[in-house]
């Protein structure tokens, strides 16, 4: 098209100014993305959670090993009936925090921190019996969490090494799962109870009961060939200490950012995906 004296059609020049209007606003748009990628260094706000997360690092592992309470079993609400139940008499709270606390103790070592912590008055050992005395009443009826009898049927299934590390006594976990459980339990065949074990020297977040757990394998794997599956924060400190990866499957209640340390956080059991591990994956 021949331009006469120089002039640009009026046409041409409504495009410029859209192309204009079009630039600026893609410019703007990246202005306010580097704006928030910078601030979210900062500060973790919902954008660097959703956005800008780096992804952790997952190596492929060879052996499995579960904590019980809270993770395969619904337990972990029984406790805290059994502990209020306790409390109540005096007239106190056992509260999230405090369960929070105390998850992956060993018994003495919950006693101990529940009494001083809400200044009961009684003994450790004198809470301990009432305790028992609650645990007798509410375990025989715990049930499987979602997700747990599909994922441990797979993994034996499919010959995968799995142990069983909790901070119950051997007592507590006949107590939770004769009844109902024997069967599915039957396939955790290196057990190891941490309140019971005098191998385990120290509860969660320590690292002893992992390491003792791992030393029942019969082919011995290095840590790093295990992965750990906890709903504790104390747990996954305890795994991370003993140089092991670990799903946890924590409480909603519990703040983010005390999941930090595991390597990958799950709402359940059942959205579990083996293969990312480098297991074999689900056939259904």
Same mark, same amino acid.
């Given at each position: 098209m021949a331009l006469k004296n120089n002039k640009i059609p009026e046409d041409d020049g409504i495009s410029l100014k859209i192309q204009s209007l079009y630039c600026f606003v893609q410019l703007r748009f990246i202005v306010i993305f580097i704006q928030l990628y910078l601030l979210s260094f900062k500060k973790n706000n919902f954008f660097f959670n959703i956005f800008v997360e780096p992804?952790?690092?997952?190596?492929?592992?060879t052996h499995v090993l579960f904590d019980m309470d809270g993770l395969l079993l619904n337990t972990e609400d029984l406790y805290t009936v059994a502990f209020q139940n306790i409390v109540s008499q005096?007239?106190?709270?056992?509260?999230?925090?405090?369960?929070?606390?105390?998850?992956?103790?060993?018994? =003495?070592?919950?006693?101990?921190?529940?009494?001083? %912590?809400?200044?009961?008055?009684?003994?450790?050992? #004198?809470?301990?019996?009432?305790?028992?005395?609650?645990? #007798?009443v509410l375990f025989p009826d715990a049930s499987l969490m979602p997700g747990a009898k599909r994922l441990i049927e797979h993994l034996h299934k499919k010959g995968v090494p799995m142990g069983l590390a909790t901070s119950s006594s051997e %007592?507590?976990?006949?107590?939770?799962?004769?009844? =109902?459980?024997?069967?599915? +339990?039957?396939?955790?065949?290196?057990?190891?109870?941490?309140?019971?074990?005098?191998?385990?020297?120290?509860?969660?977040?320590?690292?002893?009961? +992992?390491?003792?757990?791992?030393?029942?394998?019969?082919?011995?794997?290095?840590?790093?060939?295990?992965?750990?599956?906890?709903?504790?924060?104390?747990?996954?400190?305890?795994?991370?200490?003993?140089?092991?990866?670990?799903?946890?499957?924590?409480?909603?209640?519990?703040?983010?950012?005390?999941? #930090? #340390?595991?390597?990958?956080?799950?709402?359940?059991? %059942?959205?579990?995906?083996? %293969?990312?591990?480098g297991l074999p994956p689900f056939e259904d």
């Open positions: 992804v952790k690092m997952v190596k492929p592992v005096y007239g106190k709270e056992y509260t999230f925090d405090l369960k929070l606390k105390v998850m992956g103790f060993h018994s =003495h070592e919950t006693a101990q921190t529940i009494v001083s %912590e809400l200044e009961l008055p009684m003994t450790p050992e #004198e809470f301990m019996t009432e305790s028992k005395k609650q645990f #007798e %007592e507590s976990y006949h107590l939770k799962v004769d009844k =109902h459980h024997q069967e599915i +339990f039957s396939l955790l065949p290196f057990k190891t109870f941490g309140a019971s074990d005098p191998n385990v020297k120290r509860g969660k977040p320590h690292p002893d009961i +992992f390491l003792v757990a791992a030393s029942k394998f019969l082919d011995q794997p290095n840590c790093e060939q295990c992965l750990v599956f906890e709903d504790a924060v104390n747990g996954v400190k305890a795994a991370r200490a003993a140089g092991m990866q670990v799903v946890m499957v924590p409480d909603p209640r519990i703040n983010k950012s005390l999941t #930090e #340390e595991a390597t990958i956080v799950l709402q359940s059991l %059942e959205h579990f995906k083996p %293969e990312v591990f």
